[in-house]
């Protein structure tokens, strides 16, 4: 079983930057591939970014790229993701996902695991 608890929304200016985090537990954490979703009010959850296991691996949604970055720590149980440049458009709940098959992936379906979310709201 693994848990996760994203932390880091906030209310943030165009313009302005913040970083997530998303904390893991549970012994095999380090054998999941993460990602980033996001999803606003009345839309469908959307991709965000995705870190395969070893992090060696990263995608990006063309809407964020070059401004977002996926990271994960050192002992790869947290999964940042430090978003610069913000727009009012990327405002919505951030949630952080993990699933088994080790590689990143951009389909919400294969996540076995999910967080409660992050509220980031960004101001013009």
């Known amino acids: 079983q693994v848990q996760l608890v994203e932390s880091g929304g906030g209310l943030v200016q165009a313009g302005g930057s913040l970083r997530l985090s998303c904390a893991a537990s549970?012994?095999?954490?380090?054998?999941?591939?993460m990602g980033w979703f996001r999803q606003a009010p009345g839309k469908e959850r959307e991709f965000v970014a995705a870190?395969?296991?070893?992090?060696?691996?990263?995608y990006y949604a063309d809407s964020v790229k070059g401004r977002f970055t996926i990271s994960r720590g050192n002992a790869k149980i947290t999964v940042y993701l430090q978003m610069n440049s913000l727009k009012p458009g990327d405002t919505a709940v951030y949630y952080c996902?993990?699933?088994?098959?080790?590689?990143?992936?951009?389909?919400?379906?294969?996540?076995?695991?999910w967080g409660q979310g992050t509220q980031v709201t960004v101001s013009s």
């Open positions: 870190i395969s296991r070893s992090g060696g691996s990263t």
């Open positions: 996902g993990a699933h088994g098959l080790g590689i990143a992936t951009t389909t919400p379906g294969a996540y076995d695991y």
């Open positions: 549970g012994r095999t954490f380090s054998t999941y591939a």
